[in-house]
């Protein structure tokens, strides 16, 4: 008798998953049994916690561009799911989520670990059923994958444990409401209509002075992105999730933008006259230009989301690389290029500028910044990068210059603490002959990807080997993010009952664990250091004891955050280094704009 929670596992199989994310729990008795019976394909990959095991499920989707799926047992596991989902969700990935359920005759009862799963998972789901019948499975199970795809979002399917254990009915009974569905989804053809896409044209070629932003919806249109820039004599600037689209050596391209961003990014944008967006729903409006100041032009295959981050003239509900090549041969190349020319030149400049503030080291101390920019040129050219959030993820923002054929990635929308580890240890099943390399920090390592070098020394046959799994954990003892942010924002000075953290051996529990441990204190030994991570035949935990007081410089410190800032600054316990180390930044940018400076 083949069981319900076999079919489901087939069925999963027939969809194109090969790998499961999750952690065992009686509310998945039946289907943990059936992962057995599979022998391996599906695999049921054990993680150590079952946020990690939905964030491994999304980093899949976001490397393969396919389905990621995770399974959790019943009550607290399921809750567990919901961090990794909406990591999901608000970067819009498809991921199946299948979570087991009390037995059907208990529900209602206020049962042990009995959780109103439906209600729970309304908000991430863009679809979400309970299986009540073998003969429902099937179709529930078809249009989870088919919403996930066509929503680029999450679905998730409840298995109550007895109904895993019942005989399965892959074949419905022929029966009124009975439904009978298929395996099997393409990719739609989106394009906007003639109107729009002439109106859009009409725009971009009035402009005198064009800003691009792309985002990830870019992807696979990096030829039609580079021409239409050509042809704008545009620069463009990159939101984090679409870092991969571009090369970042073309010298029209002004890395991210923001906070984390660059000051060609700030500038092009804030100066602008058209800005054209492609793919993007980045949201911060006071790093986009004032309203009326700039016409605008976006590119967004889903209509809901198009024209409310920057009021847009033209509105191209499409396809990125469709839309683009229908609307490329209506744009006219612009003869004046002077303003391509200031962003070429201001692209230099910050190359400069960031050099110069990665050699700045105080007092013997590792400046976080040279780690990233010793990496950046000896980065492999089939290389995922991944980074968690914190202060390490600027310098992965601002010093690493990806190259054609690499990967990156990291929580964009939800921003959440944790994705780092799990996001690459997902890279490293789906790419095991590529190096992949996390930036990670002490505060985001501590909180949960400490765990998982357990999962990773458990599958080290498949994660071990030449080319590396590296984790790069920068070790400030310091939440530094948000300590940075408490005195811009909140105008408050370092708390150190909440901002500091122990010190931790991260080097050292590796080893304990069978990986490699390389720990690195000395400004001379960071190539070295990195050399041998990425000669390693081994996971890795790179750990850099670095100096905390670096501060993370926007493009332009705003009015109000420099009020604050000020403010915090008169009692703050580290105000003599930080207020050393933030000057010696700001005169490397004065220096670097100096007339007569060699270009």
Same mark, same amino acid.
């Given at each position: 008798?083949?069981?319900?929670?076999?079919?489901?596992?087939?069925?999963?199989?027939? /969809?194109?998953?090969?790998?499961?994310?999750?952690?065992?729990?009686?509310?998945?008795?039946?289907?943990?049994?059936?992962?057995?019976?599979?022998?391996?394909?599906?695999?049921?990959?054990?993680?150590? @916690?079952?946020?990690?095991?939905?964030?491994?499920?999304?980093?899949? +989707?976001?490397?393969?561009?396919?389905?990621? %799926? %995770?399974?959790?047992?019943?009550?607290?596991?399921?809750?567990?799911?919901?961090?990794?989902?909406?990591?999901?969700?608000?970067?819009?990935?498809?991921?199946?989520?299948?979570?087991?359920?009390?037995?059907?005759?208990?529900?209602?009862? @206020?049962?042990?670990?009995?959780? @109103?799963?439906?209600?729970?998972?309304?908000?991430?789901?863009?679809?979400?059923?309970?299986?009540?019948?073998?003969?429902?499975?099937?179709?529930?199970?078809?249009?989870?994958?088919?919403?996930?795809?066509?929503?680029?979002?999450?679905?998730?399917?409840?298995?109550?444990?007895?109904?895993?254990?019942?005989?399965?009915?892959?074949? &419905?009974?022929?029966?009124?409401?009975?439904?009978?569905?298929?395996?099997?989804?393409?990719?739609?053809?989106?394009?906007?209509?003639?109107?729009?896409?002439? !109106?859009?044209?009409?725009?971009?070629?009035?402009?005198? !002075?064009?800003?691009?932003?792309?985002?990830?919806?870019?992807?696979?249109?990096?030829?039609?992105?580079?021409? #239409?820039?050509?042809?704008?004599?545009?620069?463009?600037? =990159?939101?984090?999730?679409?870092?991969?689209?571009?090369?970042?050596?073309?010298?029209?391209?002004?890395?991210?933008?923001?906070?984390?961003?660059?000051?060609?990014?700030?500038?092009?944008?804030?100066? %602008?006259?058209?800005?054209?967006?492609?793919?993007?729903?980045?949201?911060? #409006?006071?790093?986009?230009?004032?309203?009326?100041? #700039?016409?605008?032009?976006?590119?967004?295959?889903?209509?809901?989301?198009?024209?409310?981050?920057?009021?847009?003239?033209?509105?191209?509900?499409?396809?990125? =690389?469709?839309?683009?090549?229908?609307? *490329?041969?209506?744009?006219?190349?612009?003869?004046?290029?002077? /303003?391509?020319?200031?962003?070429?030149?201001?692209?230099?400049?910050?190359?400069?500028?960031?050099?110069?503030?990665?050699?700045?080291?105080?007092?013997?101390?590792?400046?976080?910044?040279?780690?990233?920019?010793?990496?950046?040129?000896?980065?492999?050219?089939?290389? *995922?990068?991944?980074?968690?959030?914190?202060?390490?993820?600027? /310098? /992965?923002?601002?010093?690493?210059?990806?190259?054609?054929?690499?990967?990156?990635?990291?929580?964009?929308?939800?921003?959440?603490?944790?994705?780092?580890?799990?996001?690459?240890?997902?890279? =490293?099943?789906?790419?095991?002959? @590529?190096?992949?390399?996390?930036?990670?920090?002490?505060?985001?390592?501590?909180?949960?990807?400490?765990?998982?070098? *357990?999962?990773?020394?458990?599958?080290?046959?498949?994660?071990?080997?030449?080319?590396?799994?590296?984790? %790069?954990?920068?070790?400030?003892?310091?939440?530094?993010?948000?300590?940075?942010?408490?005195?811009?924002?909140?105008?408050? &000075?370092?708390?150190?009952?909440?901002?500091?953290?122990?010190?931790?051996?991260?080097?050292?529990?590796?080893?304990?664990?069978?990986?490699?441990?390389?720990?690195?204190?000395?400004?001379?030994?960071?190539?070295?250091?990195?050399?041998? +991570?990425? #000669?390693?035949?081994?996971?890795?935990?790179?750990?850099?004891?670095?100096?905390?007081?670096?501060?993370?410089?926007? &493009?332009?410190?705003?009015?109000?955050?420099?009020?604050?800032?000020? !403010?915090?600054?008169?009692?703050?316990?580290? =105000?003599?280094?930080?207020?050393?180390?933030?000057?010696?930044?700001?005169?490397?940018?004065?220096?670097?704009?100096?007339?007569?400076?060699?270009?």
């Amino acid at each position: 008798m083949q069981q319900v929670a076999d079919y489901i596992v087939g069925r999963l199989r027939e /969809w194109g998953v090969h790998r499961v994310y999750g952690y065992p729990g009686d509310g998945i008795n039946g289907l943990l049994g059936a992962f057995d019976r599979a022998e391996g394909d599906p695999q049921f990959v054990q993680t150590r @916690h079952e946020e990690m095991a939905a964030f491994m499920a999304c980093g899949h +989707a976001k490397f393969t561009g396919e389905v990621g %799926c %995770c399974v959790s047992t019943s009550g607290p596991g399921a809750i567990h799911l919901l961090n990794g989902l909406y990591d999901a969700k608000l970067d819009h990935q498809p991921v199946v989520a299948v979570v087991g359920q009390q037995k059907r005759i208990s529900q209602g009862a @206020h049962y042990q670990q009995e959780v @109103h799963l439906e209600s729970l998972f309304a908000d991430v789901s863009e679809f979400i059923q309970s299986c009540m019948h073998p003969g429902q499975v099937r179709h529930v199970i078809d249009r989870a994958f088919k919403t996930a795809l066509t929503t680029r979002s999450v679905a998730t399917i409840v298995v109550p444990v007895d109904l895993q254990e019942e005989e399965a009915q892959p074949a &419905p009974p022929r029966t009124h409401g009975a439904v009978y569905s298929s395996v099997g989804w393409s990719q739609p053809r989106v394009l906007p209509n003639r109107e729009e896409l002439g !109106k859009a044209a009409e725009v971009l070629n009035e402009g005198s !002075k064009v800003a691009m932003l792309i985002g990830q919806g870019a992807k696979h249109a990096e030829s039609e992105v580079v021409e #239409a820039a050509e042809l704008l004599g545009a620069g463009v600037a =990159k939101a984090l999730l679409g870092r991969e689209v571009l090369d970042d050596d073309l010298p029209f391209v002004t890395g991210p933008i923001g906070l984390l961003g660059s000051q060609p990014s700030d500038d092009m944008v804030m100066n %602008c006259d058209t800005l054209f967006m492609i793919g993007s729903s980045f949201p911060y #409006a006071e790093w986009l230009p004032e309203e009326g100041s #700039a016409r605008g032009v976006e590119i967004d295959i889903d209509g809901s989301m198009i024209g409310v981050r920057y009021p847009m003239d033209a509105h191209l509900v499409g396809d990125a =690389k469709e839309t683009l090549k229908e609307l *490329i041969p209506l744009l006219k190349r612009k003869e004046d290029r002077s /303003w391509r020319e200031r962003i070429e030149e201001n692209i230099r400049t910050w190359n400069r500028t960031m050099e110069d503030r990665a050699g700045q080291h105080f007092q013997g101390q590792i400046n976080p910044q040279a780690v990233a920019q010793v990496l950046s040129p000896l980065l492999p050219d089939d290389c *995922i990068l991944t980074a968690d959030s914190g202060s390490a993820t600027n /310098w /992965w923002a601002r010093h690493l210059k990806l190259r054609n054929g690499m990967r990156a990635s990291l929580s964009g929308t939800l921003a959440t603490m944790g994705p780092g580890v799990p996001y690459a240890i997902a890279a =490293k099943f789906d790419y095991p002959d @590529h190096p992949v390399i996390a930036f990670v920090g002490d505060g985001a390592f501590q909180m949960n990807g400490m765990n998982e070098m *357990i999962t990773v020394q458990r599958y080290a046959e498949q994660l071990g080997g030449s080319p590396p799994l590296i984790f %790069c954990v920068f070790n400030n003892q310091d939440l530094n993010q948000v300590t940075w942010e408490q005195r811009a924002m909140g105008g408050d &000075p370092k708390f150190m009952g909440s901002q500091y953290i122990p010190d931790v051996p991260y080097a050292q529990y590796a080893e304990l664990l069978g990986m490699k441990g390389i720990y690195c204190e000395e400004i001379g030994k960071i190539e070295d250091s990195w050399q041998q +991570a990425l #000669a390693s035949d081994r996971p890795v935990v790179l750990e850099f004891k670095v100096d905390q007081e670096i501060p993370p410089l926007p &493009p332009h410190i705003k009015k109000e955050q420099g009020k604050k800032s000020a !403010k915090a600054m008169v009692h703050d316990p580290e =105000k003599v280094g930080i207020g050393v180390r933030g000057f010696r930044h700001k005169l490397s940018e004065f220096y670097e704009n100096l007339p007569g400076r060699d270009r």
